[in-house]
C-alpha cells in the first residue's frame, strides 16, 4: 500500500511525514522539488500477544509507504501545474492507492501562510482544482487520440474505442462541473476500463487538518466543519497537530504517554492515520502464527480465503484445499492451536470463506 503525502506550500506536509515515519526530512524553507519516501510498519499489538504464544524467530508487520511529494505549481493558462513535476514524482503520485491532503489549519508568525491567511476551506478547494486539471488534461489527450483514430480497427476495437469514449466524455463533464471521478459511480467494468489512466481525482483521499497545540481543543468542531461541506465519496476528515506527533515520537513510551495525556490525546496520530488508511482503502489484516514467524497480512475486506492464500503466495492460492481459521481473541484465550481445535474454535473453511479481520489463518494447499 502507497499513499501519497499531497498539500500545498507551508501545509506543513513534510512535517506530517516526519511524524508517520520517524524521519527527519528536511521542513524549513520549502523544499523545493525534494521527493521523500518512508515505510511505516502497521502498529498491531496482536502480532505481540501472539509472539508470547509462539516464540517466533520473528515478527513481520504489515507495512505503507508514504511518498512525501512537493506540491505542484499553480496551473495558468495553457499549462496544468500538477504535470509541470518531475516525471519520477507524478509517477509516484498516480501510482498511489490513496491521497493523503494535509491541509493547514495552524497560525504561525514564524511561517506565514503563503496566501496571506489561514482557511482550511479554500487550500483543500484549490489543491482539488489542481487534481482536476490533471486529470482533464489526461482525459482531453485520450479523447482528440480515439477521435483521430475514426473508423480504423477491427469492429471490436472501434466499438471497445467507442465505449470508452463514452466513458470519458461522461467524467468530462464531471470535471467541468468540479466533482472528482470518485463521485461519479462508475459501474465495475467502467472502472477496468479507465483503471490504466490512474486519474488523481478518482483515488480515495484523506483529509488530515493541521491544527496547532492550543487548537486541538477545538479540533473537532473544525473537523466537522470541513467534513460537513466536503460531501465527497471514499473521503475521510481527520485532525492532528504535526508538530506535537512528531515531538512524541521523539520521546520514551513511558514519557509520550504521559505527555499524551496531559494534552488529552487519547490515540497516536501515526496510528489514527494508519487505522483511517485502512478504513479509506476498506482492508483488513489476517494473521498468520508459528514458529517461523507471526505475521499480518492486509487484504480487502470481503476477500474470500483463497485470496487471502494469495496474499501469502500464488502457490497457496493455486494448489488452495482448505484453511483453518481461528479468531485472533480465542486463539489468544485457549493459547495454542491445538486448545483451539480441542475446544471446536479453530474451523476448517473453503475458498468461498470471507476472511475477517485479525483471522488466524494457516493454508493447506497440494504442491
Do not use: C
Request: charged share 25%.
Amino acid at each position: 500500500m502507497q499513499i501519497a503525502i499531497i498539500g500545498l506550500s507551508a501545509s506543513g506536509k513534510t512535517t506530517v511525514f516526519n511524524t508517520l515515519t520517524r524521519g527527519h526530512a528536511d521542513t524549513g524553507g520549502y523544499s523545493g522539488m525534494t521527493l521523500h519516501v518512508g515505510v511505516v510498519k502497521v502498529p498491531d499489538e496482536r502480532l505481540d500477544r501472539l509472539a508470547e504464544v509462539f516464540k517466533p524467530r520473528k515478527i513481520v508487520h504489515a507495512d505503507v509507504t508514504y511518498v512525501d511529494l512537493p506540491a505542484p505549481p499553480a496551473s495558468s493558462e495553457g499549462h496544468v501545474g500538477a504535470e509541470e513535476l518531475p516525471a519520477e514524482h507524478l509517477a509516484r503520485l498516480r501510482e498511489s492507492d490513496a491521497l493523503l491532503h494535509v491541509v493547514r489549519a495552524f497560525e504561525s508568525p514564524a511561517v506565514p501562510h503563503p496566501a496571506g491567511s489561514v482557511d482550511p476551506a479554500r487550500d483543500l478547494e484549490t489543491l482539488d482544482l489542481e487534481l482536476i486539471l490533471a486529470d482533464l488534461a489526461i482525459l482531453d489527450r485520450r479523447l482528440e487520440r480515439l477521435q483521430a483514430s475514426g473508423r480504423h480497427g477491427s469492429p471490436a476495437e472501434r466499438e471497445a474505442n467507442d465505449r470508452e469514449a463514452d466513458i470519458l466524455r461522461r467524467l468530462k463533464v464531471a470535471l467541468e462541473a468540479g466533482t472528482p471521478i470518485r463521485d461519479v459511480g462508475l459501474a465495475a467494468e467502467e472502472a477496468r476500463t479507465i483503471r490504466g489512466f490512474r486519474f488523481l481525482t478518482e483515488k480515495p483521499v484523506l483529509v488530515l487538518l493541521n491544527v496547532g497545540e492550543g487548537d486541538l481543543p477545538a479540533s473537532e468542531a473544525l473537523v466537522a466543519r470541513i467534513s460537513g461541506a466536503y460531501r465527497h465519496e471514499h473521503a475521510l476528515v481527520a485532525a492532528l497537530s504535526a508538530k506535537i506527533e512528531m515531538e512524541l515520537g521523539e520521546l520514551e513510551p513511558d514519557e509520550a504517554a504521559v505527555f499524551m495525556a496531559e494534552l488529552g490525546i487519547a490515540e497516536s496520530g501515526l496510528a489514527r492515520v494508519i487505522r483511517l488508511s485502512y478504513a479509506l482503502l476498506g482492508l483488513i489484516s489476517f494473521l498468520t502464527a508459528g514458529p517461523d514467524e507471526v505475521r499480518a497480512w492486509p487484504i480487502p475486506d470481503g476477500a474470500t480465503a483463497v485470496d487471502a492464500a494469495g496474499a501469502i503466495h500464488t502457490d497457496l492460492a493455486r494448489g488452495f484445499i482448505r484453511a483453518e481459521v481461528v479468531p485472533y481473541e480465542d486463539l489468544l484465550a485457549l493459547g495454542s492451536t491445538a486448545e483451539a481445535r480441542r475446544h471446536g474454535k479453530l474451523r476448517s473453511e473453503g475458498r468461498t470463506y470471507i476472511v475477517h479481520d485479525g483471522d488466524v489463518v494457516e493454508v493447506l494447499f497440494s504442491r
